[in-house]
Structures are given as structure tokens and as C-alpha cells.
């Protein structure tokens, strides 16, 4: 899982649309809503967020994540992210830093969420 921080997820950038998505990895296999009233589209391992019809969220399985300068298996993400990231924090069972732009739970191993800008407020809200 490539991730620039904020910007993109591999292809996919945020603030793009359903039909951007869509051009990029065809047709999701299903739709749902989010408790948070979100649009979800689900594909294999990849879960795509949208408010307003805009990408806010990517949730994707990945073994192993990269950043610009660096690649983190999945197993030493949360350590590496409290690491390196001082203003990390945790949030409804996630480790979050804003730094990054990525959340993760440790519960669902190999499941990394990554996040635009404007979702680091919602995260803060409900932080630990």
C-alpha cells in the first residue's frame, strides 16, 4: 500500500469521486453506509469512503506500507507511527497519526485506513 500522506493512496487521491475510482479499479463489488453516514464502496481488499460524493477514506489490507521515504511491514507500523509521530493518539481502538495520515487497529491485522485532512478532526473526537 502506497501512501502519500493526505494526497493518495496508490492511484487514488482524495477528494476524487466514485467514477474516478471506478476508471481505476472498475465497478466495487458492493455499496453500503457507514454508521457515520458515509458512502462505502467495497472492492476485495480495499474499502473506499466518500461525504459529499468526495474520497475521504481508504481502508486497504497491506503487509507491508510505504511512505515516501520509508517502507514499514505491517507487524511494527503502530510502533514505528508512535515513534515517529508525536502527535499520534489513540482513538476507538485505533492508533492514529495525524503526521502520516493513517489509522490502524490492531485487531484486524493487516487492515491500515488512510485518511484526508479533514478526517483528523473526527478521529480527535472520539480519541481515548
Do not use: C
Amino acid at each position: 500500500m502506497k501512501i502519500q500522506p493526505y494526497t493518495t493512496v496508490g492511484h487514488i487521491h482524495f477528494g476524487a469521486t466514485a467514477q474516478v475510482v471506478a476508471s481505476i479499479l472498475g465497478n466495487a463489488s458492493r455499496k453500503s453506509t457507514d454508521r457515520l453516514g458515509r458512502t462505502q464502496l467495497h472492492y476485495s481488499e480495499l474499502i473506499v469512503r466518500l461525504v459529499n460524493a468526495a474520497i475521504v477514506e481508504i481502508s486497504a489490507k497491506a503487509e507491508t506500507v510505504e511512505f515516501p521515504d520509508v517502507a514499514i511491514p505491517f507487524q511494527h507500523l503502530a510502533r514505528f507511527l508512535r515513534k515517529h509521530d508525536p502527535t499520534a493518539f489513540e482513538s476507538v481502538g485505533f492508533t492514529v497519526s495525524p503526521a502520516y495520515g493513517v489509522a490502524l487497529d490492531p485487531n484486524f491485522p493487516t487492515w491500515v485506513t488512510a485518511f484526508a485532512k479533514s478526517e483528523v478532526d473526527a478521529w480527535r473526537k472520539y480519541a481515548a
